[in-house]
C-alpha cells in the first residue's frame, strides 16, 4: 500500500524478520531502544534523523504500528521518505477464507489510515 503524505526524514519501521533487511538500508539512527514511546520489542525502527520522527508517534499511532507489526505470520515493513510512504504485508498462508480476508483487509486499512500522516 502506498500511505497518504511523506514522512518527516528518511527511515524504516519493521517486524523483526525484517531487520537485516532495514540494516541494509544504512539508516544511522534507530528508536528501537526508545521505551519511552511504547513501541514493542518486535518492532525494529532506522532512520535517518530519530529527534526529527518522534513528534511523529503520538498514542494512536504506536498503537497501531504495535498491531499492524506484530500480525501472527504476517510480518510488515513500512518504508519512508520526503516523498513516498509504502507499507508492505506479508503472509505466509493464503487467505482462503475470503470473510478472513475483508477483515484483515479492514483491519490493515484502518490502521493505515492511522499511521499516515
Do not use: W
Not at 503520538?58 to 521518505?81: C, S
Not at 506479508?90 to 478472513?100: K, L, Q, Y
Amino acid at each position: 500500500m502506498t500511505l497518504k503524505g511523506p514522512m518527516l526524514c528518511e527511515g524504516a519501521i519493521a517486524s523483526m524478520p525484517f531487520k537485516h533487511f532495514i540494516d541494509g538500508l544504512q539508516l544511522p539512527d534507530t528508536l528501537s531502544d526508545d521505551a519511552s514511546l511504547g513501541i514493542i520489542k518486535e518492532i525494529y525502527i532506522r532512520l535517518q534523523n530519530r529527534e526529527v520522527i518522534k513528534p511523529y508517534f503520538t498514542k494512536e499511532r504506536v498503537q497501531a504500528l504495535n498491531a499492524l507489526l506484530n500480525i501472527k505470520n504476517m510480518p510488515a515493513l513500512i518504508i519512508f521518505g520526503s516523498r513516498d510512504t509504502v507499507l508492505r504485508i506479508e503472509s505466509a498462508d493464503p487467505f482462503d477464507n475470503p470473510e478472513r480476508f475483508q477483515k484483515f483487509l479492514t483491519k490493515a486499512t484502518e490502521a493505515a489510515k492511522i499511521i499516515s500522516i
